[in-house]
């Protein structure tokens, strides 16, 4: 009888948890959301990080004031991009920084930069930059507590693994602060995408994965990795996603000015793709710098076509090996991550979207962490070399011939090559060891 009262009241509360699910979803989150702030509070390297990241930025910022070289200069490009399409003139081909920076995201992003229309620009530009603050210190933090509570990468110095991790990305960070971009919270919001896919929320997850390819349509190849993943209700709603939030904007400039804006867009995107073999830090970039430059050659399409081949094939291959390997927990985290992180090295971007490396950053010395000090020679020999272009690339640091020489050579490229190779070995490594014990 208490077997049977026992398991009724299991079925009873089972089902009560289903019909209740997305009752119960933000206290969830909520929760979550507590533990992890009692996770910071309770490690003092956590707290000390928060305190030494945030006053020091904080006296940039007021340094950059005092000195007149306010930044987030991109994000002066939103605001007045905003203030445009507000008034129905044009958002494209305007230089709204005074400089030749322009406007180049899908037309109903603007939207997302509208809150901060309710202040003045001056004013806007420090919630702005301590907001990008905010992100950057609270994503590193969640990257280290999500391997840890959830996949089960314990640092064994959590001190030491802040510490390199902000280290390799400063030079990234202080150029995102400067320049305002959204690169932080694109990579956030993929981030997001990895999460719902995860979890089997495949609304929420394609709603950003939508507005995700709205600001870089380059996030399109994530789409066959979710696909093969068999998330294809997330992969729908992101495409339904996508092109309802192009037709919205008809409601307001009507049918031709929309495609208007459409067209101007894709003339927008189509600029830097035209010059993928000029791009120093892709893959093909790179083979037409260090190889044919020298030899009197330059790549033509069918290399740069070849290229994307031969990296997707190499990703599939990298994939089907890890879904052998016994350390499934983590499988789907660096292969998602892994794509992201290829993004720069196959269409021509911003050097700052080199960041997107950051996940398989943390993952890798999580592992370094776990390697016994004999085998990290070699690793931490490699990271020196990687470690020059990839944060020393400021003509403060080596003069303005060296740092052309980092972000116009290749040389940045290959740095990050670099991590996500030894991210790659580390983690195959580590699950062919825990597969033969």
Known sequence: MFICFHLGSLAHRHTFALSHRHTFALPHYIWR???????????RA???YVMIVGFGCMI??????????????????????????????????????????????APLTLLFFLPFKIFPYSIAISFYYFLVLASYMLFTLYLIYYLEKEKGLKATNIGWLIFLVTLFLSDHFERQLHLGNVNVFLLIGSFFVYLFAERNRPLYGG?????????QPYFVILIPYLLYRKKGMLVFSGVMTFAVALVVPAFFKGLEGNLALIHSWIDVLRAPSMHLSKAPNTLYGIYNTWVLNP??????????????????????????KLNK?????LNMFVEFFTIIAFIPHLVNTDTEQFMWTWPLLTVMFLLLQQTSKEKRSTYIGLLSIAFIPLVLNSPDIVGRKLMLLFDEGGLLGLANLVLIGITLFLFIKRSVGSRTT
């Open 60 to 105: 940039y910022f007021i340094l950059q004031k005092i000195h007149h070289r306010d930044g987030v200069s991109n994000f002066e490009i939103y605001y007045n991009a905003l203030d445009a399409l507000l008034n129905g003139k044009p958002i494209y081909g305007v230089p709204f920084s005074g400089n030749s920076a322009y406007f180049q995201f």
């Open 33 to 43: 959301m507590r533990a992890f702030t009692h996770w910071i509070t309770s490690s």
């Open 46 to 48: 956590a707290m000390r």
């Open 325 to 329: 390997k016994a350390d499934h927990q």
């Open 207 to 215: 709603l950003i994965l939508g507005f995700l390819m709205l600001f």
């Open 295 to 320: 030899l009197g050659l330059e790549a033509g399409i069918g290399l740069i076509l070849g290229g994307i081949v031969v990296v997707i094939i190499i990703l599939v291959l990298l994939i089907r």
